[in-house]
């Protein structure tokens, strides 16, 4: 049960950041709020984190994995967290090797 709630985190996470990352969103939503946040006095890895969906799900499983697990302890927390964000990784870059 838990390996499914950790693939379905992962797929929602992925989608979200994605959204976040690349897409306009509902009412351009997400580019107005890239827009917003790339200014000039951003460094580089400040703006490439705009853009980067693998960077958003490495946040966004923080946030959500405690909402979609249940709670048993900072421990787990982390652990459950690094294992959306890795597999989010492994995926990410499996689909893009298969288009490039």
């Known amino acids: 049960m838990i ?3 950790l693939a ?3 797929l929602f996470v992925y989608r979200l950041a994605w959204e976040i990352a690349v897409k306009p969103g509902p009412g351009d939503l997400f580019s107005n709020f ?3 946040v ?3 006095y951003m460094l580089r890895w400040q703006e490439d984190f705009v853009i980067c969906p693998v960077c958003w799900s490495f946040v966004l499983a923080f946030v959500f994995v405690p909402v979609f697990m249940p709670w048993t302890g900072v421990r787990d927390w ?3 967290s690094g294992a959306v964000s890795g597999a989010i990784l492994i995926i990410h870059f499996w689909l893009w090797s298969k288009h490039g």
């Open 38 to 40: 790339s200014t000039k």
């Open 78 to 80: 982390i652990l459950y």
């Open 3 to 5: 390996l499914l709630r």
């Open 8 to 10: 379905l985190i992962t």
């Open 34 to 36: 890239r827009r917003l």
